[in-house]
């Protein structure tokens, strides 16, 4: 066992510790020494009772960090950079040879979480963990990256990024000349906002309630900013700037009303993808026919690609300045503050907040 920070979710507070315990990796795992964190709404869903998470728990799923242990059957080298994915898929299904892991059934299994406290399990949040200066995942979860960027962006390439690009490039396949409608200006749609820009968008129509999000969605590529209330805004919004429709709408908030005002804000033909996570039991009140006319509604889990070879190709881009994804790093601060960051995230005040580990001398 090896004993490292953490932030520790007990259903009251983070609790700030410095012994929890990390198992070594087990056959076909390997250990991470986190650097960096990003902070996602994802995140919060334990903490605001959307979803049912066992208690205690370290949160956090968006990450970069250096293999520092390998189980049996592991082949990945002691020291390599790798970003981490929630994505814990066989590779062999059917699904996982076609390129497809988002779609392998056997990625929901259970794995031993490899953390306890004081001789107590502590659970692991989506199978990751990365609000700890190590956690342990599946080989396949941790996807080497060679390009030298930031570890902010590096660390955002793992949830926000590919499910932002792969929304855009993979579902949506926004096309130069488009016009794209982005609901939410938070992570993943500003993510998508730089994605419908280096595609050759047109025009990008990004809506929000929050008005302080419009001068970052400009910086990101947004030719339009409309600050809505309720849904029926945002057909006002997207009828002043595409009176036939839109070719692709992204929707990252996760309300019925909204996705049904996306998908009725498309052209012929247009795509609609479903980004946000709506609660379990929503019901949208879509009418059929207003998808009649060729146009598609679409789920889209983690961007639906394979990031063993979309965040190394994420990775490129960024150092060859294609892309540019540092408008988004709003606050960077040591794991101890992470408080502070959930709360900024709260008020509407993060585009992307990270935590960066302390690792204790003498930690291995």
Do not use: Y
Request: charge should be negative; include cysteine; glycine fraction near 10%.
């Amino acid at each position: 066992m090896t004993e490292v920070r953490a932030a520790l979710w007990d259903g009251r507070a983070f609790r700030h510790i410095d012994d929890l315990e990390v198992r070594a990796p087990q056959r076909g795992e390997v250990a991470v020494d986190i650097d960096t964190a990003g902070l996602c709404h994802s995140d919060l869903n334990p903490v605001d009772g959307v979803i049912e998470q066992p208690l205690p728990v370290v949160l956090g799923h968006e990450a970069v960090g250096v293999v520092s242990a390998v189980g049996p059957g592991a082949s990945l080298p002691l020291g390599a950079r790798v970003v981490l994915s929630v994505l814990r898929s066989c590779g062999v299904c059917r699904a996982c040879r076609a390129g497809r892991p988002t779609v392998c059934r056997v990625s929901g299994t259970p794995a031993a979480a490899p953390f306890t406290w004081r001789g107590r399990p502590v659970h692991q949040f989506v199978r990751t963990g990365a609000f700890a200066a190590r956690t342990v995942v599946a080989e396949r979860q941790a996807v080497p990256i060679t390009a030298p960027i930031d570890a902010p962006i590096a660390a955002m390439l793992g949830c926000a990024s590919v499910t932002g690009f792969g929304a855009v490039e993979e579902r949506a396949r926004v096309a130069p000349g488009d016009r794209v409608l982005v609901t939410g200006a938070g992570g993943i749609g500003l993510n998508a906002v730089i994605a419908a820009r280096a595609a050759g968008a047109e025009r990008i129509l990004v809506v929000d309630r929050n008005p302080a999000k419009e001068a970052v969605a400009r910086r990101c590529g947004a030719t339009d900013f409309a600050v809505i209330g309720d849904a029926a805004e945002i057909r006002d919004a997207a009828a002043a700037v595409a009176a036939d429709g839109f070719e692709a709408a992204i929707e990252c908030v996760g309300r019925p009303e909204i996705l049904a005002a996306a998908v009725e804000s498309l052209g012929w033909g247009g795509r609609c993808v479903i980004v946000g996570l709506p609660d379990a039991a929503a019901v949208a009140g879509i009418r059929p026919r207003a998808l009649f006319h060729d146009k598609a509604l679409l789920g889209c889990r983690m961007g639906s690609v394979d990031p063993a070879t979309a965040l190394p190709r994420l990775a490129r881009r960024v150092h060859e300045g294609e892309i540019d994804l540092s408008p988004l790093v709003s606050k960077i601060l040591p794991l101890r503050d992470l408080g502070e960051l959930v709360d900024d995230l709260r008020a509407g005040g993060l585009d992307r907040g990270f935590v960066e580990m302390e690792v204790r001398d003498g930690d291995e």
